[in-house]
């Protein structure tokens, strides 16, 4: 039995006045998975631990099976993994987005109007170029580094780190005031960085050049204020309607310690991750997944779906295990977009979990498909909440259950019932 989760980022809502009182997930027009639900079974997941935000890191981790409270650094780290950047004893990766702020104090967007790769890449390179050495030069040398990721998602390196702080996801307070979100020491945090689990010889290299959480936390807001300073004149956003006018780093954690999905599922010998979200790709790196990566995976609602498909359906052929991920309806929940994320509902249904269904269900070896979301993202929160998503699970052979429509209310009655975190991944495996 070959296995394949579908995985529509940020897919579930909640009921929509606009909608007449339905979710998106029952509103949109999604012939394929609803016909999926009628001959497979439904349930519910659970995929954020308590005292968990309700990240994408955090819930797509749980989904494949891994305890965050034995895993769990971060969402820098991840990031850091995807990218090729080998982190080093004492580095702290900080997710590092370019985002927009208002003249009136506000945090605009958490994605600076969209930005392309190659925007991004100009973008970075200029704030590490200005912004690393005066650091380096006050703090040590090589204490600051920036990388370029994928669009507006980059990678901050601060060697000596303490990741004990706290810092907002700016997707989290889209139109609240920034200054208050700024970063500051954990209410409890150790006085120095190295973590508990390290080595002791990497403790004691990390021992030499470590910031407590008050100069982390200073250092990292100095970067902030001053990257507006240098963006706000940078030629790039002269005739641009949406500045991409400040950093914000967050999800900072050290180089995590995970089993591959190999050594946690035996029956499970190879598999890939396809994503355009390097967070995503991180995950599959240190799961043990061949990353793929798709011509034109944009991660928005302009996505290559057919091409996504397709290399899954390739990869499906060769191996045991993919993991397929679409980010385009969480974007489209940050953004408060309705319509748009309707589309990308639709989207997902007919460009892919259509077309998926119909090429293996022709093939000589059987094939497992669920698809669920790793967390909602209300259109009308613009933010990830810690709620419970639906799932489907289909396979030849499997026997119904009463449910006939995949949906937020009609996955309540399904016949898995309510699972919680990496229960989802065992029962997929036991298959």
Same mark, same amino acid.
Request: hydrophobic share 40%; glycine share 8%; net charge negative.
């Given at each position: ?7 529509? @980022?940020?897919? +579930? ?65 991840l990031?850091? %993994? ?6 080093? +004893? ?10 927009t702020?208002? !003249? ?13 790769? /190659?925007?991004? @890449? ?5 704030? !590490?170029?200005?912004?690393?050495? *005066? ?12 990388i370029?990721?994928?669009?507006y ?12 702080i ?19 020491? +954990?209410?409890?945090?150790?006085l120095?960085?190295? %973590?508990? =689990? ?10 030499a ?19 507006? %300073? ?8 002269? =005739? ?14 050290y180089? *995590?310690?995970? /089993? ?11 598999? =890939? ?35 996504? %498909? ?16 679409? /980010?385009? =309806? ?16 639709e989207?997902l ?5 259509? *077309? ?14 669920a698809?669920?979301? @790793? ?7 613009r ?11 289909y ?37």
């Amino acid at each position: 039995m070959k296995h394949i989760i579908i995985l529509g @980022d940020g897919m +579930a809502d909640h009921a929509v006045e606009r909608l007449g009182g339905k979710t998106l997930l029952q509103h949109a027009d999604t012939p394929n998975m609803d016909m999926l639900a009628r001959l497979g079974r439904c349930g519910r997941l659970q995929t954020v631990p308590e005292g968990f935000q309700p990240g994408s890191e955090v819930a797509n981790t749980a989904i494949l099976g891994y305890d965050l409270n034995k895993v769990y650094e971060g969402r820098g780290p991840l990031e850091a %993994a995807s990218i090729g950047y080998e982190m080093n +004893a004492d580095d702290l990766a900080l997710r590092c987005n370019i985002i927009t702020v208002g !003249d009136d104090g506000t945090i605009v967007n958490h994605h600076g109007g969209h930005l392309k790769t /190659e925007e991004g @890449d100009l973008l970075i390179r200029y704030l !590490d170029e200005h912004l690393a050495a *005066p650091v380096n030069r006050e703090l040590g040398t090589d204490r600051v580094h920036f990388i370029t990721g994928i669009q507006y998602r980059h990678l901050l390196i601060i060697r000596g780190g303490s990741k004990h702080i706290e810092c907002a996801p700016p997707h989290d307070h889209p139109g609240e005031p920034w200054r208050p979100l700024l970063v500051r020491p +954990a209410a409890k945090s150790p006085l120095s960085t190295p %973590a508990p =689990s390290r080595p002791v010889s990497c403790n004691i290299v990390a021992a030499a050049n470590a910031l407590s959480p008050q100069q982390t936390a200073d250092l990292l807001n100095d970067l902030i204020l001053r990257s507006q %300073a240098l963006l706000a004149s940078h030629p790039f956003n002269a =005739s641009r309607p949406v500045k991409a006018n400040s950093i914000w780093p967050w999800g900072g954690g050290y180089r *995590p310690r995970m /089993e591959t999905l190999q050594q946690l599922y035996p029956q499970l010998k190879t598999g =890939s991750v396809i994503s355009a979200v390097d967070l995503i790709r991180g995950i599959g790196h240190y799961a043990g997944l061949d990353i793929i990566k798709v011509p034109g995976a944009t991660g928005l609602s302009d996505t290559n779906y057919e091409g996504k %498909a397709e290399a899954a359906l390739r990869a499906l052929k060769e191996q045991d295990f993919v993991f397929l991920h679409i /980010e385009a =309806s969480d974007e489209a929940g940050h953004d408060g977009d309705l319509d748009l994320k309707l589309r990308t509902i639709e989207n997902l249904d007919r460009r892919i979990v259509g *077309p998926i269904y119909e090429a293996t269900r022709q093939w000589p070896e059987p094939v497992c498909l669920a698809v669920l979301p @790793d967390h909602p993202t209300p259109v009308e929160v613009r933010t990830h909440v810690s709620e419970p998503v639906p799932f489907l699970i289909y396979y030849n052979g499997i026997t119904p259950d009463a449910v006939d429509r995949y949906d937020e209310v009609s996955c309540v009655d399904g016949a898995y019932g309510l699972l919680r975190l990496q229960e989802f991944m065992q029962t997929l495996m036991s298959i």
